[in-house]
């Protein structure tokens, strides 16, 4: 049995601002060593930022939990230096199949778009993605990097200030008073952070339980991905099977919102599930079993002056989709480069208004799918189930219904359309690459484009002249000269340009594109610079 | 631009017989099975359609709403 999540990875340990006369005022302090705070330290600190974790606890997550992660978020990791890890332990699917009531209605492989470095999606259980981004962390302080996890420091008060924020810490020995100029909080839906200063959390779209197993087989099940609406073992509900690496499956059963949860998790009441699920001569062993809860809901602001939320703590969402660790990551990718031009002095503190406004539209978006994925899953009316019921009978089949087949749609990247931070379109180019878009990938020879656009402003030329290096208002963008050539497969123009013979892009730190056209213009990319942050 | 109008005058090839297509194709069906076959048959029409905006013209015509915009 896997025990991964049994041992301290970042055991408590004493720490000298414990003994200071004074509190010590750190530069950025993160609350929650879960995907999200982890992730938003490894970038800062990756720009040479101090940056203090704290967390409540000392381990990875209990149980798989969050377990499909897409493609954007493996690119953003590739950015923090720990991408190869998680897509080589991952778990790749293609084919998935859906059911209902008793039957097989179809089977579709999604045949992913050729041309990315990443994967569409991989599963990989939480505790191990938690557990690379720790290595990372290791790996940048063996490098001198000014990062440090702190376990067992549980935040139990917070004094926002203009310029700072003061945090009371508990920790095994004691409490001690801590200070930041920024602070982070990825402390999850339950945010205390949130709790604490007594901010909002609207919306309760919609409530649901699910029982979450982890569950070593015997059986050879195929990697796949197989979900059931309205399955005799699972009346009126969903029920999810997934591979996981080590030959964990994870299934995830859906239960309604007015159940008792301590009586669903127990064994006796579990495993009968579980068993008429994976059919009655299957053996299996239950790793961790899990009730989750989940509201559809968001803070109507998610920066509050120096105080500033990511994930979870910020918006809720379905499962469906996978939309809830990777829309995560997507916010600390929108905030770090922002906070770091700010911290430096080259941006206004307004910058940070645009990251709430960017992912407010990514959560309304995830809310939005996953509202209507759980719609189709769940009808809410009598009406509502005929019409689901027609679409799952009619895609066994016309394949024509098939699209409208509703078990999650897939995390992808939200497009910041509308952003003040973008330049107006002026390029007749694919819908795609659009400013406020994220950059698609595209193989270059022996390497990715993505790769080469790292984490700083970019001006991205193909077939087309432009200075090797702008500098604006102390923001130094360096060209990356490409041509149509440099790509056999084609997908850099189809991406890229379409029907035009060149174009040029500048492309924030985040890979997000802020501006783009024909040719280089020095005054419009002077511009378009000092808007991408927040002068204009 | 024509084409994204909704015809809402007579347009149906021999228009009885069609009725009675319709009518023979519920015959004997219970109240559920009528459903199911309806909203079946909805969504068989509406992929040969479409297109979205003139399906939210039939929306709002079988709404029985007046006027142009369906909103």
Same mark, same amino acid.
């Given at each position: 049995?896997?025990?991964?999540? =049994?041992?301290?990875?970042?055991?408590?340990?004493?720490?000298?601002?414990?003994?200071?006369?004074?509190?010590?005022?750190?530069?950025?302090?993160?609350?929650?060593?879960?995907?999200?705070?982890?992730?938003?330290?490894?970038?800062?600190?990756?720009?040479?930022?101090?940056?203090?974790?704290?967390?409540?606890?000392?381990?990875?997550?209990?149980?798989?939990?969050?377990?499909?992660?897409?493609?954007?978020?493996?690119?953003?990791?590739?950015?923090?230096?720990?991408?190869?890890?998680?897509?080589?332990?991952?778990?790749?699917?293609?084919?998935?199949?859906?059911?209902?009531?008793?039957?097989?209605?179809?089977?579709?492989?999604?045949?992913?778009?050729?041309?990315?470095?990443?994967?569409?999606?991989?599963?990989?259980?939480?505790?191990?993605?938690? =557990?690379?981004?720790?290595?990372?962390?290791?790996?940048?302080?063996?490098?001198?990097?000014?990062?440090?996890?702190?376990?067992?420091?549980?935040?139990?008060?917070?004094?926002?200030?203009?310029?700072?924020?003061?945090?009371?810490?508990?920790? #095994?020995?004691?409490?001690?008073?801590?200070?930041? =100029?920024?602070?982070?909080?990825?402390?999850?839906?339950?945010?205390?952070?949130?709790?604490?200063?007594?901010?909002?959390?609207?919306?309760?779209?919609?409530?649901?339980?699910?029982?979450?197993?982890?569950?070593?087989?015997?059986?050879?099940?195929?990697?796949?991905?197989?979900?059931?609406?309205?399955?005799?073992?699972?009346?009126?509900?969903?029920?999810?099977?997934?591979?996981?690496?080590?030959?964990?499956?994870?299934?995830?059963?859906?239960?309604?919102?007015?159940?008792?949860?301590?009586?669903?998790?127990?064994?006796?009441?579990?495993?009968?599930?579980?068993?008429?699920?994976?059919?009655?001569?299957? $053996?299996?062993?239950?790793?961790?079993?899990?009730?989750?809860?989940?509201?559809?809901?968001?803070?109507?602001?998610?920066?509050?002056?120096?105080?500033?939320?990511?994930?979870?703590?910020?918006?809720?969402?379905?499962?469906?989709?996978?939309?809830?660790?990777?829309?995560?990551?997507?916010?600390?990718?929108?905030?770090?480069?922002?906070?770091?031009?700010?911290?430096?002095?080259?941006?206004?503190?307004?910058?940070?208004?645009?990251?709430?406004?960017?992912?407010?539209?990514?959560?309304?978006?995830?809310?939005?799918?996953?509202?209507?994925?759980?719609?189709?899953?769940? #009808?809410?009316?009598?009406?509502?189930?005929?019409?689901?019921?027609?679409?799952?009978?009619?895609?066994?089949?016309?394949?024509?219904?098939?699209?409208?087949?509703?078990?999650?749609?897939?995390?992808? #990247?939200?497009?910041?359309?509308?952003?003040?931070?973008?330049?107006?379109?002026?390029?007749?180019?694919?819908?795609?690459?659009?400013?406020?878009?994220?950059? #698609?990938?595209?193989?270059?020879?022996?390497?990715?484009?993505?790769? $080469?656009?790292?984490?700083?402003?970019?001006?991205?030329?193909?077939?087309?002249?432009?200075?090797?290096?702008?500098?604006?208002?102390?923001?130094?963008?360096?060209?990356?000269?490409?041509?149509?050539?440099?790509?056999?497969?084609?997908?850099?123009?189809?991406?890229?340009?379409?029907?035009?013979?060149?174009?040029?892009?500048?492309?924030?730190?985040?890979?997000?594109?802020?501006?783009?056209?024909?040719?280089?213009?020095?005054?419009?990319?002077?511009?378009?610079?000092?808007?991408?942050?927040?002068?204009? | 631009?024509?084409?994204?109008?909704?015809?809402?005058?007579?347009?149906? =090839?021999?228009?009885?017989?069609?009725?009675?297509?319709?009518?023979?194709?519920?015959?004997?069906?219970?109240?559920?099975?009528?459903?199911?076959?309806?909203?079946?048959?909805?969504?068989?029409?509406?992929?040969?359609?479409?297109?979205?905006?003139?399906?939210?013209?039939?929306?709002?015509?079988?709404?029985?709403?007046?006027?142009?915009?369906?909103?």
């Amino acid at each position: 049995m896997n025990k991964i999540f =049994e041992v301290p990875l970042y055991p408590y340990a004493r720490h000298a601002d414990q003994d200071a006369p004074a509190p010590v005022r750190r530069k950025v302090v993160v609350i929650g060593a879960g995907p999200i705070g982890l992730a938003a330290a490894i970038d800062l600190a990756q720009q040479g930022t101090e940056v203090v974790i704290l967390d409540d606890n000392d381990k990875v997550s209990f149980g798989s939990r969050a377990i499909c992660f897409a493609k954007r978020p493996l690119e953003i990791l590739d950015r923090l230096g720990c991408g190869q890890p998680m897509v080589d332990k991952g778990v790749q699917w293609n084919v998935g199949k859906v059911f209902f009531d008793d039957r097989q209605v179809y089977e579709f492989n999604l045949l992913p778009e050729e041309g990315h470095k990443r994967p569409a999606f991989i599963n990989l259980q939480q505790y191990y993605f938690e =557990e690379y981004l720790v290595n990372r962390v290791r790996e940048l302080q063996e490098q001198g990097a000014p990062i440090e996890i702190r376990g067992r420091n549980k935040v139990s008060a917070i004094g926002t200030h203009p310029h700072h924020v003061t945090l009371e810490v508990d920790t #095994p020995e004691g409490p001690y008073n801590l200070e930041a =100029e920024w602070l982070i909080a990825c402390d999850g839906a339950g945010s205390p952070t949130r709790q604490m200063l007594g901010l909002d959390f609207v919306g309760r779209v919609f409530e649901d339980n699910f029982l979450i197993a982890d569950v070593i087989m015997e059986a050879d099940f195929p990697t796949e991905r197989w979900f059931w609406f309205d399955p005799p073992f699972n009346k009126g509900q969903s029920a999810l099977l997934h591979k996981q690496p080590d030959g964990v499956w994870r299934i995830d059963l859906q239960l309604g919102w007015d159940i008792d949860k301590e009586r669903e998790k127990r064994p006796e009441n579990v495993i009968p599930r579980l068993q008429a699920m994976l059919g009655e001569d299957v $053996k299996f062993e239950l790793e961790w079993v899990s009730i989750y809860t989940f509201q559809c809901r968001r803070m109507e602001q998610f920066r509050h002056g120096r105080v500033l939320f990511a994930g979870d703590a910020a918006h809720q969402v379905s499962p469906f989709g996978a939309r809830g660790a990777n829309s995560g990551l997507q916010d600390t990718d929108n905030l770090c480069w922002k906070l770091q031009l700010v911290m430096d002095g080259k941006a206004p503190e307004s910058l940070l208004d645009s990251y709430d406004i960017e992912r407010i539209h990514g959560a309304d978006e995830n809310i939005l799918n996953s509202s209507r994925s759980t719609d189709f899953i769940t #009808p809410k009316s009598e009406m509502s189930r005929v019409l689901r019921d027609a679409v799952l009978d009619l895609s066994e089949q016309y394949e024509f219904a098939r699209p409208l087949v509703n078990s999650g749609r897939l995390s992808v #990247p939200c497009t910041y359309d509308g952003s003040p931070l973008n330049s107006a379109d002026a390029l007749d180019g694919p819908e795609r690459t659009r400013p406020g878009s994220s950059c #698609p990938d595209a193989p270059l020879g022996d390497g990715f484009l993505l790769d $080469k656009l790292g984490d700083k402003f970019v001006l991205l030329t193909i077939d087309a002249d432009a200075p090797d290096v702008i500098e604006e208002e102390g923001i130094e963008v360096t060209r990356l000269a490409l041509s149509i050539k440099d790509d056999k497969t084609l997908a850099l123009q189809e991406r890229y340009l379409g029907k035009l013979e060149s174009g040029v892009y500048l492309i924030r730190p985040d890979q997000h594109v802020a501006a783009r056209r024909p040719s280089y213009d020095d005054n419009q990319f002077r511009h378009a610079i000092r808007r991408a942050i927040g002068k204009e | 631009m024509i084409e994204e109008d909704l015809i809402l005058t007579a347009n149906l =090839e021999q228009a009885d017989d069609f009725y009675a297509d319709l009518l023979a194709a519920h015959e004997n069906l219970s109240k559920d099975e009528s459903d199911a076959l309806n909203a079946r048959l909805v969504l068989v029409l509406a992929n040969h359609i479409g297109k979205r905006a003139i399906l939210k013209q039939a929306l709002a015509a079988a709404a029985l709403k007046t006027g142009e915009d369906s909103a």
